[in-house]
């Protein structure tokens, strides 16, 4: 498949979700910024992957960015952003959603699981509460939290400024 072929809209995705589930697969939601895409990134999305058969990819829209991380982000634009992820191996489906959290989307579109990265806990992940009534299992995935999107960008800046 083609990556642009995955970044799809809620409804399309609703729609092929359907159809992953009437062919009896369990499907995994994973969410994050994804800014400056990085080995921290894939190995949170191989990790989500094994969680089920089919992999979401929720990436937060450039205002959703910039409200959970402030002035200057995001470095790439949210269309990019989609297509990068879209790209790695393990990715299924990407969507480009306008909230800060996942809650509206683990409602609508009612995923097996949800893939937190480590630097959440079962008991940390904000939208812990709405998976378990909406009978949805957490999964902390991924390698410690080793990388950053962040840190990645500070040094970047620093380099080019020197």
């Known amino acids: 498949m083609n990556t642009r072929e995955k970044v ?4 399309a995705l609703a729609g092929q979700l359907a159809a992953e589930r ?13 800014d400056l895409l990085h080995p921290g990134h894939v190995r949170f999305l191989e990790g989500a992957r094994r969680e089920g058969d089919v992999l979401v990819v929720a990436i937060n829209s450039d205002a959703s960015e910039r409200n959970l991380k402030g002035p ?8 990019a952003r989609a297509q990068l992820v879209a790209a790695v ?3 299924d489906y990407v969507l480009v ?3 800060t959290d996942v809650g509206a989307l683990l409602e ?5 699981v949800h893939a937190k990265g480590t ?4 008991d940390t992940v904000p939208e812990r509460e709405l998976s378990r ?16 999107s962040a840190d990645l960008i500070e040094h970047i800046r620093k380099t080019s400024h020197g």
Do not use: M, W
Not at 8 to 11: G, H, I
Not at 72 to 79: D, S, Y
């Open 22 to 34: 009437a062919r009896g697969r369990s499907i995994v939601l994973a969410n994050g910024c994804f």
């Open 8 to 11: 799809l809209s809620l409804e």
């Open 119 to 122: 630097d959440y806990t079962v």
């Open 97 to 99: 959603f306008e909230e």
């Open 108 to 112: 609508r579109l009612r995923p097996d």
């Open 89 to 91: 191996a393990v990715v």
């Open 133 to 148: 009534r909406l009978g949805i299992r957490v999964a902390i995935v991924g390698d410690p939290k080793q990388h950053s």
């Open 72 to 79: 200057g982000r995001p470095v790439l634009p949210a269309e």
